[in-house]
């Protein structure tokens, strides 16, 4: 069955970076294109990145642009969301989302 399962989550500085990994299995991962999203506590879920089937093409919210670098690798059906520069408002579950299906989502926690 398809199953994105997310990783690198935890405690970061403010300024600081973290890098979240997410693994995909049961699907044909090169032809999907992928998202990353998060929600805050007491917030809905939102939109945070966007990457093409072969990765050339990348969107961001405007809160991350800048800051947030999407990439994938299909060879090894993963797609990582590099976090630099991370402020408080930052904080959230981060999902991974494609082929119409969640994870189970990654805790990132930005706090001094």
């Known amino acids: 069955q398809v199953q994105l399962v997310e990783s690198g989550g935890g405690l970061a500085q403010p300024g600081g970076s973290l890098r979240l990994s997410c693994a995909a299995s049961?699907?044909?991962?090169?032809?999907?294109?992928m998202n990353w999203y998060r929600q805050a506590p007491g917030k809905e879920r939102e939109f945070v990145a966007n990457?093409?089937?072969?990765?050339?093409?990348?969107a961001y919210a405007d809160s991350v642009k800048g800051r947030f670098t999407i990439s994938r690798d299909n060879a090894k059906n993963t797609v990582y969301l590099q976090m630099n520069s991370l402020k408080f408002e930052d904080t959230a579950v981060y999902y991974c989302n494609g082929h119409d299906s969640w994870g189970q989502g990654t805790q990132v926690t930005v706090s001094s």
């Open positions: 990457i093409s089937l072969s990765g050339i093409r990348t």
């Open positions: 049961g699907f044909i991962f090169g032809i999907y294109a």
